[in-house]
């Protein structure tokens, strides 16, 4: 991330907007900045999404592969997760500055993931022991407006949404090499179930109270923080420590409660979003 330099007065400013529930921007401390949200728009992608929040903007495509299932989970199927941090979007990024970054949301994505009421990883299934779909999920920041990690996460959890996965059948098995056959219709595909794929939330401590949603002058005041994903069941499912400072015990707790609150708000929101893109999809769309 750029570094933004701000001065002495600046700063103090931007405590006493947190200390008095009243942000630069007019938001309280539990207040998101407007996104726009888009899906379907890579056409040559199994789904796909873009979604600003402010002033990041997050591209995602996603691609369906058959593959072999891991020996040690032959019924499931798998997801990777991929972040290139466009060097576009902030001058920090050009060569390799941006992988540091790009690896943290990728793992931290992982984590979120792995809990098993998220994503139902068995119905990547084809066939038990022989094949399976792996989803991979590429994610471009195209430009940085602080928040990124809970603008990728909704943007991850929205072109999952749109993702059609074809239709499968087994023709024959030829001795242990079992044959695959693919629909020829491409309306014959199904969706992946995304009611419990979490969303991320991030909290920064500013003084003796926290916030949602900080801008990048915000995260300069802030010392520590962290980033929870939150499914739609309020269940936590990965938690990241942010910042060099220290969270008191006490904070921490009513941190993750909060987050739990805001995270389980943001998911119904979402799927409303979602639900009325999928009934406008046959809009002509200006594709990437």
């Known amino acids: 991330m750029a570094e933004i330099l701000l001065s002495e007065a600046e700063k103090a400013f931007i405590h006493h907007s947190v200390q008095d529930d009243l942000r630069c921007d007019g938001r309280s401390r539990l207040d998101y900045r407007p996104i726009v949200l888009e899906t379907g728009l890579v056409s040559n992608a199994s789904g796909s999404a873009r979604l600003r929040l402010a002033n990041s903007d997050i591209l995602v495509g996603v691609k369906v592969e058959l593959t072999s299932p891991a020996p040690d989970k032959p019924n499931e199927g798998r997801i990777e997760f991929f972040v290139d941090c466009s060097a576009n979007a902030t001058p920090e990024f050009e060569g390799r500055g941006g992988e540091d970054l790009a690896n943290e949301i990728s793992q931290f994505l992982h984590k979120a993931y792995l809990v098993g009421s998220t994503l139902d990883v068995a119905e990547l299934c084809v066939l038990p022991g022989h094949q399976c779909w792996i989803l991979y999920v590429d994610i471009l920041i195209l430009e940085c407006g602080g928040n990124l990690y809970d603008a990728v996460s909704l943007a991850v959890k929205s072109a999952l949404h749109s993702t059609q996965i074809p239709t499968v059948k087994v023709a024959s098995m030829d001795g242990d090499q079992p044959e695959l056959e693919l629909s020829d219709d491409p309306f014959d595909t199904k969706k992946l179930n995304t009611r419990n794929l979490p969303c991320a939330v991030t909290l920064m401590k500013i003084g003796n109270h926290y916030l949602v949603d900080p801008t990048p002058e915000e995260e300069c005041c802030s010392a520590s ?21 220290s969270l008191h015990p006490d904070t921490l707790i009513s941190m993750l409660k909060t987050g739990s609150e805001v995270g389980s708000a943001v998911n119904t929101i979402l799927t409303e979003k979602l639900l009325e893109e999928e009934k406008n999809e046959k809009l002509q769309k200006v594709g990437f």
């Open 225 to 245: 923080g962290i980033v929870v994903a939150i499914s739609a069941d309020k269940k936590v499912t990965a938690v990241k420590k942010i910042g060099s400072g």
